[in-house]
């Protein structure tokens, strides 16, 4: 019974990838569906019925920027433990981590929950059997509202993550990430690192306070793409919450804008390595901003295109100082960072960043050519079915206008967005957020 759901699983979301990006070539229009829940939960809801498959995304705000000073690290290990065990409920058994991996194989269903800086998030994926699909997500609903969090477990599940931690460390790229991240931001909470002192600090208390004051139904976006009309979507979506507290959510706390940088910083770590790791770069952009297509299409130009970009051509054909270079902005509810990234000889690092801080200079002063500017265009446009060739892609892009409040036909009118954009428009915008003389240039390899 299991082998043939999983291959029935397997073979459902091939076909659903041909048949999705069939209908998307054929029709322009992506109808989703929103509305609100009376618990306050948003739902977003794309039918897509060829297969019998059913993917789901639940987001709270409650990833690593609501982490408490010196606790960094709570958003991400109270989504893991989540998956570690669920309390008894009524007729209902408690499971432990065993348990509960075993009633996910039986059900021949995916489920698991990770934080990143803005969000926890869970996702669901089931067979759209009604009776399946049901069983998934009551399970589902005890995960996320009655998780058991053992302390056994947390206690070792802490010294892995610990050991984790020492050995990352070991390689460069570990203190080069931390300290570039630092330096960018601060004292926001998208700089807070998690270490061996912070998972110290953090109690079982903790997460069962997390989970109890953040993932609220009220405060719930959930992202369906499946094989399900809206009223089968709509209560699906219950069910899924139906084990959280109800009520009216109280309003979080703001979160300070990260601040821009006042002067530049250079960084320099030695390190006993082959290669030395560069990061280049500053505070971008949050993804409200008005500028984002403008700055998704210069970056695709200066440092996001691969080997056609700028930062290739200059920093790698030319001088060979590296095998791959790469810009690119990561916008969150927050400004997060533009960066440029390379891996070079440590000899080579001192022209490295020159270079790239020369091509930057010249990007942001002079903006691109005419057959840049098409070729890019051309390229992202060429390339745009592909971001939506599975119900997989097509959930994380839905997820995407949820959490970020944008137009429900973002998807329809993209590639019209990135057609509009003029060389005067991507010159303009990096000149608004980008300032070649404050970045921060961190470096670590070579000897002292």
């Not at 927050?334 to 801080?357: C, E, M, N, W, Y």
Request: proline residues 6%.
């Amino acid at each position: 019974m299991l082998m043939t759901m999983k291959k029935i699983a397997a073979r459902a979301g091939t076909a659903g990838a041909m048949a999705l990006f069939a209908s998307m070539t054929a029709h322009a229009a992506l109808p989703i569906q929103h509305w609100t829940q009376p618990s306050g939960a948003q739902v977003y809801f794309v039918a897509s019925p060829t297969v019998p498959i059913v993917d789901v995304q639940i987001d709270f705000d409650a990833g690593s920027r609501r982490d408490p000073a010196g606790q960094a690290g709570l958003a991400s290990v109270t989504a893991r433990m989540a998956g570690k065990g669920v309390k008894a409920h009524g007729t209902e058994p408690a499971l432990d981590e065993n348990g509960l991996d075993d009633a996910w194989a039986d059900l021949g269903a995916q489920f698991g929950g990770s934080a990143g800086q803005d969000r926890t998030s869970f996702g669901l994926r089931s067979l759209a059997d009604p009776a399946l699909l049901d069983r998934a997500a009551r399970l589902a609903a005890r995960q996320i509202g009655e998780p058991a969090f053992p302390d056994a477990v947390w206690q070792r599940e802490r010294q892995r993550l610990t050991a984790a931690l020492r050995e990352a460390e070991t390689r460069p790229g570990t203190p080069a990430a931390r300290a570039y991240a630092q330096a960018v931001f601060g004292s926001h909470p998208y700089g807070q690192q998690t270490t061996e002192a912070t998972l110290s600090a953090i109690s079982v208390a903790d997460l069962q306070r997390l989970q109890a004051q953040l993932w609220r139904p009220c405060a719930a976006k959930v992202s369906i793409v499946g094989a399900l009309d809206r009223a089968r979507a709509d209560a699906l979506a219950i069910t899924l919450l139906s084990r959280l507290p109800a009520g009216a959510c109280a309003a979080l706390p703001p979160v300070a804008e990260v601040a821009p940088l006042a002067a530049p910083q250079d960084i320099r770590i030695p390190f006993a390595s082959a290669q030395a790791h560069v990061y280049l770069g500053q505070p971008g952009v949050r993804r409200a901003d008005p500028d984002y297509f403008p700055l998704i299409v210069g970056n695709y130009i200066l440092g996001g295109g691969g080997f056609v970009s700028r930062l290739t051509e200059q920093v790698r054909e030319k001088r060979g100082l590296t095998y791959g270079v790469s810009s690119g902005f990561d916008p969150g509810l927050h400004a997060g960072a533009f960066t440029i990234a390379l891996q070079t000889r440590p000899d080579q690092a001192a022209q490295a960043v020159a270079v790239s801080k020369e091509v930057l200079e010249r990007f942001v002063a002079d903006g691109p050519t005419a057959a840049e500017l098409k070729a890019a265009q051309d390229n992202l446009i060429g390339g745009f079915p592909l971001r939506l060739d599975s119900n997989a892609k097509l959930l994380g892009n839905v997820a995407n206008i949820a959490w970020n409040g944008l137009p429900l036909d973002y998807l329809d009118t993209w590639t019209d967005q990135v057609r509009k954009v003029t060389a005067a428009d991507i010159r303009a915008a990096f000149q608004r957020h980008l300032l070649p003389d404050r970045m921060v240039t961190v470096v670590v390899g070579g000897a002292p």
